[in-house]
């Protein structure tokens, strides 16, 4: 199984402003990819187009999932699909607990696949929980707080990780999931990433920065710069832009190639 992004040119829809430049990207079932570039790079933009955020056209190009045409799916139907999007910046959802919010997540797709289901039986749904909580050493009380209401930033980062762990996706998207979190946060976050990851999970990791590499290893890294991915190889590829920055692509791929050139 796999996720495949060919030759992608995206735009905004208000402005028709093009970010996204012939991106190229494959992730497969049980790699874990790192996606690294400055600011504005287009780095969130991929994230949010492959989840289906309306506020993005997509121009030219495609995007598969095990084979299926990803762009002609709603967001629900590609979650249901088996892609997981954990957000930059969670939102609250006051009055609604974390258990019951991930029960109805799970039975909503038990009913989407069975019209007649009644969802998941709270006591399956419990024991379920508590397995997943205690897999990535959540305290149990977690479940029953409102969702990031009143989270810390790395509290709404490990719900996210939760929501990872008991939807079971076959590919997950952590855009920026060490946005904001300070080096213990940070390493709890990375810990349970790290025990999810598998042959059956495909983990495409966005960033700024080296660090979260540091705990999270990456199969392959990426860099994107002005809406295209620029340059790929493995985890040596982020210790060298750790150490140099980005100056030394801006030197290799002039501004005017990186737009009129094609992504390699």
């Known amino acids: 199984m796999a996720l495949e992004i060919r030759d992608l040119h995206v735009a905004v829809e208000e402005t028709e402003e093009v970010i996204l430049r012939g991106v190229s990207l494959t992730i497969r079932q049980g790699e874990v990819h790192a996606l690294m570039g400055p600011n504005g790079s287009g780095k969130s933009t991929l994230a949010n187009v492959l989840m289906g955020n309306p506020a993005y056209e997509v121009v030219s190009g495609s995007i598969h999932f095990d084979g299926d045409d990803l762009l002609e799916m709603e967001p629900d139907e590609r979650s249901r699909a088996g892609l997981f999007l954990a957000f930059q910046y969670p939102v609250s959802i006051p009055g609604v607990t974390v258990a019951n919010f991930l029960r109805h997540a799970l039975s909503s797709r038990m009913k989407a696949e069975d019209p007649d289901s009644k969802g998941m039986p709270v006591p399956q749904f419990i024991r379920l929980l508590r397995g997943k909580m205690a897999e990535l050493n959540m305290d149990q009380g977690f479940a029953g707080r409102y969702l990031n209401e009143g989270f810390s930033g790395g509290e709404k980062k490990r719900a996210e990780i939760l929501q ?101």
Not at 190 to 196: D, K, S, T, Y
Not at 222 to 231: A, D, L
Request: charged share 25%; glycine share 8%; no cysteine.
């Open 164 to 264: 990872l762990a008991t939807l079971e996706p076959r590919v997950a998207v952590l855009d920026e999931t060490d946005s904001g979190l300070d080096i213990d946060a940070l390493r709890i976050v990375a810990e349970g990433v790290n025990r999810l990851r598998g042959p059956e999970l495909g983990v495409l990791v966005i960033t700024h920065y080296q660090r979260i590499l540091n705990y999270i290893k990456p199969d392959y890294v990426h860099i994107m710069m002005n809406g295209q991915v620029v340059e790929s190889g493995d985890s040596q590829l982020a210790l060298k832009l750790e150490e140099s920055g980005y100056e030394w692509l801006r030197a290799k791929y002039g501004e005017t190639e990186l737009v009129a050139g094609e992504a390699t």
